[in-house]
């Protein structure tokens, strides 16, 4: 290992042109040559393909991505993530906004899946945040983050199916709490459509806990679309 890759919180220097994470040339975030990627899944019909395993997990009304989890996606998401290029955000959120409008599929807000505070607090940003920011900039849609984790939660990648859903329940809450009537005297959810955004979908488990107070809090409806997802 380098001795550049073990410091920790290492943040890029943003003021030198941005590096495609699938080639290495300099200019946008993302090249000309290596986007096509981010829209792997741009021309499919929306829905869960026939043929793959997995229902969308209630109780989302749909869940979207732009593509799989590999190549250019993965090294893109990983450096938005771990390396500070926030610029690739951009990009990311844009192949949202393309998925999202092609498939027709609406939504009143979007709200971004939250990392825990403190983590969100050591890096400076939130991923999903951003990439939520830049997807609601290309639809015209708010970008609400009204979500916070309420506890922290074991990395899922490191957990089974079953475990993944154990981890995530009930670790997600407004960040307004209804017992603050004060400061919230008109229910800003009530008969909305949220869309959810985070970066990498794998089961479905964090997107459905997420979708669990917005519900209880009056949404009439929550979807979900991320950049990516594994297997
Ligand atoms: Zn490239």
Redesign the pocket.
Same mark, same amino acid.
């Given at each position: 290992m380098s001795h550049v890759a073990a410091i920790p919180g290492r943040l890029l220097d943003l003021a030198l042109p941005a590096r /495609?994470? *699938? /080639? *290495?040339?300099e200019g946008p975030p993302? /090249?000309a *040559? /290596?986007a096509p990627a981010l829209d792997a899944r741009l021309e499919l019909p929306g829905g869960v393909p026939i043929g793959l395993p997995s229902d969308v997990p209630a109780p989302l009304l749909q869940l979207e991505w732009c593509a799989p989890f590999g190549g250019?996606v993965r090294r893109a998401l990983h450096e938005l993530k771990y390396s500070g290029e926030t610029r690739l955000a951009v990009p990311l959120g844009e192949a949202v906004a393309r998925r999202w409008r092609r498939v027709g599929a609406g939504g009143d807000v979007l709200v971004p899946v939250p990392v825990h505070a403190d983590r969100a607090r050591r890096r400076g940003y939130d991923q999903a945040e951003l990439i939520a920011r830049a997807a609601g900039r290309a639809l015209g849609l708010p970008c609400a983050p009204i979500l916070e984790r309420t506890r922290a939660t074991i990395a899922q990648f490191d957990l089974d199916r079953s475990t993944r859903a154990t981890n995530v329940r009930g670790a997600f809450a407004l960040r307004d709490r209804a017992d603050r009537p004060d400061r919230a005297p008109r229910n800003p959810l009530a008969g909305r459509w949220i869309v959810l955004v985070d970066d990498v979908v794998t089961t479905g488990a964090t997107l459905s806990a997420c979708a669990e107070p917005l519900l209880v809090a009056g949404a009439i409806g929550v979807s979900a679309i991320t950049v990516a997802r594994e297997r």
């Open positions: /495609c994470p *699938g /080639c *290495g040339r993302i /090249c *040559g /290596c250019l």
